[in-house]
C-alpha cells in the first residue's frame, strides 16, 4: 500500500549510499568559499540558492577573479545545464502535479536524486504520491549539502591561510569526472574542453568556461554525428 510518508522514506534511504561524496564535497566547497575570501554567509547563500556544488564552485572562483556577475552565473548556469535533460525525462511521470511541486521538485533535482527517483518512478508508476519519493531523496542530500556546508565554513575559518586550500578546487572537479574517462566519447570531450579554457583563458569577461562549454557541446554533437555515420547508431 502505497503512502506519503512511506514514499518519502523509501527516497530518503534509496539515495543514503550516495551521500557518502557529498559529505567531504560539501565541506570543501564551505572551506573553500572561506579561502576565496567570500564570508561565511556569502558562502553558505550559495548552498541555499544555487544549491549545485560544482555550479557553487565555478560561481565563487569567478567572482573571486574579477569576473562580473553576469559572466558568473552565466558560466554556473553552463555548467548545470545537464538539469535541463532531468527534467525533461522525469516531467512524464509529474505531469498531474501543480506548478507548485512541480517549482519545489526542480529545486530538489540534483544528479543524485535523480538517479535514484527516476528508477523508481519507471518501476512504481502506479503511485499517486511517488513524487514524494523526489522529496525524500532531494531533501535528504539538501540537509546534508548545507549541514556539510556549514563545517566547511567553520574549519575554512580557523585553517591557517598559508596551509590554503584553493588547490582542492581542481582536485575537486577532478574526482566529479573521474568516471567520465572510462569511456573514449566522454574523454574527447573533456579533453577538448579543457584545452579550449587554456587557449581562451584571457578572454574578456573572464568568459572562457562558457566558450569552453560551447566548444565541447559542439565537439560532442560532431562525435554523435560521425558515431552515426560511421556506425549507423539511430
Do not use: C
Not at 44 to 72: K, P
Not at 223 to 232: N, Q, R, V
Request: hydrophobic fraction near 50%; glycine fraction near 8%.
Amino acid at each position: 500500500m502505497y503512502s506519503k510518508s512511506k514514499t518519502f522514506l523509501r527516497g530518503t534511504i534509496d539515495i543514503l549510499p550516495l551521500m557518502i561524496p557529498v559529505v567531504p564535497f560539501g565541506i570543501i566547497f564551505g572551506a573553500i568559499g572561506i579561502e576565496l575570501g567570500f564570508g561565511p554567509y556569502l558562502t553558505y547563500a550559495t548552498s541555499i540558492i544555487i544549491f549545485s556544488g560544482a555550479s557553487q564552485i565555478v560561481f565563487l572562483q569567478l567572482i573571486s577573479a574579477g569576473a562580473s556577475s553576469l559572466v558568473a552565473i552565466t558560466s554556473s548556469s553552463v555548467v548545470s545545464t545537464r538539469h535541463l535533460l532531468y527534467g525533461a525525462v522525469v516531467s512524464q511521470h509529474l505531469n498531474h502535479l501543480s506548478i507548485y511541486w512541480k517549482i519545489v521538485l526542480s529545486y530538489l533535482l540534483t544528479d543524485q536524486a535523480f538517479a535514484v527517483s527516476n528508477e523508481y518512478f519507471k518501476k512504481n508508476t502506479q503511485n499517486k504520491f511517488k513524487h514524494y519519493h523526489l522529496v525524500g531523496a532531494g531533501f535528504t542530500l539538501w540537509f546534508i549539502w548545507q549541514f556539510t556546508t556549514i563545517i566547511g565554513i567553520v574549519l575554512g575559518s580557523v585553517v591557517p591561510d598559508e596551509l590554503g586550500l584553493t588547490f582542492t578546487i581542481p582536485l575537486t572537479f577532478l574526482a566529479l569526472l573521474i568516471n567520465y574517462f572510462r569511456n573514449i566519447d566522454h574523454l574527447i570531450v573533456i579533453i577538448l574542453s579543457g584545452i579550449s579554457s587554456i587557449v581562451f583563458f584571457e578572454a574578456p569577461f573572464k568568459s572562457y568556461i562558457i566558450i569552453a562549454s560551447i566548444i565541447a557541446l559542439t565537439g560532442a554533437m560532431v562525435l554523435i554525428k560521425i558515431k552515426k555515420w560511421i556506425f549507423g547508431y539511430q
